[in-house]
């Protein structure tokens, strides 16, 4: 009976990080959304790519970082580079070699983005989480996947 009780204990822990994650998402969307027009998917994707060596990754190493497939951020990009925060280098043999870059408006983008983003986390209660305790339940949930 014991085992039982672990296995829904688990499966409720797991719904329940789920619901906060979507929660904490949720939060950070409405509020890039408001204020600078930028979803938290957007976002992502800028910070994925200022990371980057020279803010500049293919579309294949950017859907790696945030768990899109490569089309998806191809889709999610393309807003971007038409308010000059991405631009596309092509290559000229291959389009899947192709890289995104930030562009200065996009790392000013960003930068709003970060203080906002900032803003919403020290609105949360979440003084008793520890980054090294997190940092270590998401490692062991990474090794057995």
């Known amino acids: 009976m014991n085992t039982l009780n672990d296995a829904e204990a688990r499966k409720n822990l797991a719904f329940e990080l789920l619901d906060a994650a979507g929660y904490l998402e949720r939060r950070l969307d409405r509020a890039l959304s408001t204020i600078r027009g930028l979803s938290f998917s957007e976002y992502r994707l800028l910070r994925s790519l200022a990371a980057q060596p020279e803010a500049r990754a293919m579309r294949v190493e950017l859907a790696q970082s945030v768990g899109l497939t490569p089309s998806a951020v191809t889709r999610a990009l393309k807003p971007l580079e038409k308010l000059c925060y991405v631009e596309t280098l092509k290559s000229d043999r291959d389009a899947r ?7 200065d408006s996009g790392r000013e983008l960003l930068s709003d983005a970060e203080g906002i983003a900032r803003d919403v986390l020290q609105s949360l209660p979440i003084e008793t989480l520890s980054s090294a305790g997190l940092e270590g339940f ?8």
């Open 138 to 145: 998401l490692k062991s949930v990474g090794e057995r996947i």
């Open 97 to 103: 070699r192709s890289l995104a870059c930030l562009t």
